[in-house]
């Protein structure tokens, strides 16, 4: 993030119009933060900030290098004063939620994050982990302090690198220009095979800075540093009508990148052209251009762009934080609440923090006591990483549940990944296993994504005495319908072709058909016609299978923070212990209407449904627990069944599922 008053270390040529171009930036940011399906570029407001970030930085550095006032402490200690005091109080208020609400693994990564944070070595340690852009993103309260790790980094090495420049012949826009296109390429050659290190790198990103920097030795330069004839005298067409087609340009540059560039689109690579050429020309117009003038310096954004470093620093924790809590990601309403909760963060941050201290009058001391305790968050942050998050917070009773995850479950074995159950998508293999297929008097097959195969430790715990052939064919992300293109798993068309030839051939006495069943997303299949080939699917096997009963069993309760996760979380924030049964709420309406949808459909081709939200829920309290063990959770996960889960909800249905057979156990 830029500085945000570094404006008026102009004196006289304060730009508001800079402070709005800054509230733009910071807006793009939270608005895609918050509502990233429709502000779908909003994240090159992070460029913006580094346009911003180079030129007035290099402005400061050039007249002070001309002035002979230079000095490298004391440009390291304004910029102490200025960066350390809002991101210590949002570093400290980090730890302290993160305390209260976050599980070991998420806070001891929460410690590194803070360690990082206060060494400004975000981005790298961002790099070894995931994209920016990933799901996992939501729950890293402080991943956004990567582009300000790039910032520093930059102010560490940029000041020095022109004073040493600043003594030679050549004039410094040279080495600007240098730098930059080495940067550029850099960034250009890797952004195809290295998206992710090109996102988080300083090498590749720096261009964005130093095109500031370019344009500040442009504007405001003494021939001292620019002397090759005024650089082909382009100062001199700076004439209002050039003024205003430079201010025009640069904000359609701007919208273009905001509402046309998406996360599906590799970045920054040459798409960054847009908001960093948009920012240059928006900049270089002047405080008096008709964008500038009339939009860029109105109150409103001035104001947003005077608390714009506190605004970026604060709306990420909040948000992430409250998706922890919650479970999943907040309603619109409750973001819009967030954000604003946000605003009146940094405005007071601002006020009682910023201002006050940077322009402290004791200004060696306040600099010395920002450093140390910028050094002990980090070192807090590390001794919270290096103990692994801290479980002795928890009451002993919880302990044991904090570790789990679907290895302690062996949700792999008993589902019989890469046997039965076709666990690799990218493997390449269309057709299930012949030892998966079993022939009998009575046959049952199994069929579906992994919501399916979790039924099969159930299915097998009843037939102890073999009386059902139990044929299972199940792959991850492929739902049990024909013709469907899984996005995550392009085996899936060819496997359900394959089901369905196993299918009519075995002609079995039973079906299972178990999935997801994204009902809820139905907004985002229709271009696949999900619906539609469901549909057609169960009419086909209809006819395909007139003695086969043809069974559904609709979706599994998803639990907000996920099975282990959920009953720790729960007794964690209410301060309890697991001593007995814990129901878990959910969002009764989603599945009542699920429920509805699915077995009217079934219905209608006389096709037997079967509702685990009613089976394991009862007014919209859900069973979490079916035994004492911790590995007696209904789920592994958020809506997995777990072993004893699967038995416990077979069980319950057993009458139903079997009646074909006259089954009785």
């Not at 992300?477 to 085996?491: A, E, G």
Request: hydrophobic share 45%; proline share 6%; aromatic share 14%.
């Amino acid at each position: 993030m830029p500085d945000s008053s570094s404006t008026n270390n102009l004196a006289s040529n304060y730009r508001p119009d800079i402070d709005g171009l800054r509230a733009i930036a910071v807006i793009g940011v939270v608005s895609f933060h918050a509502f990233p399906g429709r502000i779908t570029g909003g994240f090159i407001g992070v460029d913006i900030f580094f346009v911003i970030s180079g030129f007035l930085i290099s402005t400061i550095i050039y007249k002070n290098l001309d002035s002979g006032n230079f000095g490298l402490i004391s440009f390291y200690t304004k910029r102490i004063r200025r960066i350390f005091p809002s991101l210590l109080i949002v570093l400290f208020s980090t730890l302290l939620a993160g305390w209260f609400i976050f599980l070991p693994p998420e806070f001891k990564n929460l410690g590194k994050e803070i360690a990082g944070g206060a060494t400004f070595i975000s981005n790298f340690i961002n790099w070894q982990e995931s994209g920016y852009f990933d799901k996992a993103a939501i729950s890293k309260p402080l991943l956004h302090l990567w582009s300000l790790a790039i910032e520093e980094q930059f102010y560490i090495f940029w000041p020095l690198l022109l004073y040493l420049f600043h003594k030679t012949k050549i004039p410094l826009i040279i080495y600007c220009i240098i730098f930059t296109l080495l940067s550029f390429f850099l960034n250009m050659k890797s952004i195809v095979s290295n998206p992710v290190g090109v996102f988080y790198s300083p090498l590749t990103r720096f261009w964005e800075l130093t095109i500031g920097s370019i344009l500040g030795c442009i504007l405001y330069s003494t021939a001292l540093q620019l002397s090759i004839g005024s650089l082909l005298c382009i100062t001199r067409i700076r004439l209002p009508i050039f003024k205003h087609i430079s201010s025009i340009i640069g904000a359609l540059f701007i919208l273009i990148g905001i509402f046309y560039l998406s996360t599906n689109k590799p970045y920054p690579g040459w798409r960054a052209l847009l908001p960093t050429i948009g920012t240059a020309l928006l900049i270089y117009a002047g405080k008096d251009a008709v964008i500038n003038r009339i939009f860029l310096s109105n109150k409103t954004l001035i104001f947003f762009g005077l608390i714009s470093y506190p605004l970026y620093l604060w709306h990420w924790p909040i948000l992430a934080f409250a998706n922890t809590y919650i479970g999943q990601i907040p309603s619109a309403p409750i973001r819009i609440i967030l954000l604003l909760a946000s605003v009146v963060l940094a405005w007071g941050t601002y006020l009682v923090i910023e201002k006050p201290i940077r322009f402290s009058i004791y200004r060696k001391f306040t600099t010395v006591i920002l450093v140390l305790l910028m050094l002990l968050s980090g070192f807090i942050g590390y001794l919270v990483y290096l103990d692994n998050g801290v479980s002795t917070r928890f009451p002993e009773p919880l302990r044991q549940y904090i570790s789990l995850d679907t290895e302690d479950f062996e949700f792999a074995k008993y589902v019989r990944a890469d046997l039965c159950h076709l666990h690799d998508p990218l493997n390449a293999i269309k057709t299930y296993p012949t030892a998966c297929v079993i022939p009998g008097k009575n046959k049952l097959v199994l069929w579906g994504d992994s919501h399916a195969a979790a039924l099969y430790p159930g299915i097998v715990k009843l037939n102890k005495k073999q009386e059902i052939s139990v044929t299972q064919l199940t792959a991850p992300d492929c739902p049990p319908i024909l013709y469907f293109n899984s996005p995550k798993n392009p085996n899936c068309l060819n496997l359900n072709k394959n089901a369905l030839s196993v299918l009519v051939d075995l002609q079995p006495n039973i079906l299972i058909m178990g999935s997801a069943w994204p009902i809820r997303y139905k907004n985002s299949f229709e271009s696949n016609s999900y619906i539609d080939q469901l549909t057609y699917t169960l009419i086909y096997l209809k006819k395909s299978l007139p003695k086969t009963e043809i069974i559904i069993i609709g979706p599994m309760p998803e639990w907000p923070h996920g099975g282990p996760k959920a009953l720790i979380f729960k007794k964690w924030i209410s301060m309890g212990m697991v001593k007995e049964e814990v129901p878990l709420k959910l969002n009764a309406t989603i599945y009542e209407q699920e429920d509805l949808y699915l077995n009217k459909m079934a219905n209608s081709v006389g096709i037997t449904y079967i509702s685990p939200y009613k089976i394991l829920c009862k007014n919209s309290e859900c069973t979490s627990r079916v035994g004492a063990n911790p590995l007696d959770l209904i789920t592994v996960d958020s809506e997995h069944l777990s072993k004893s889960g699967s038995e416990y909800f077979i069980n319950e249905v057993k009458e139903t599922l079997f009646a074909p057979l006259n089954y009785r156990k």
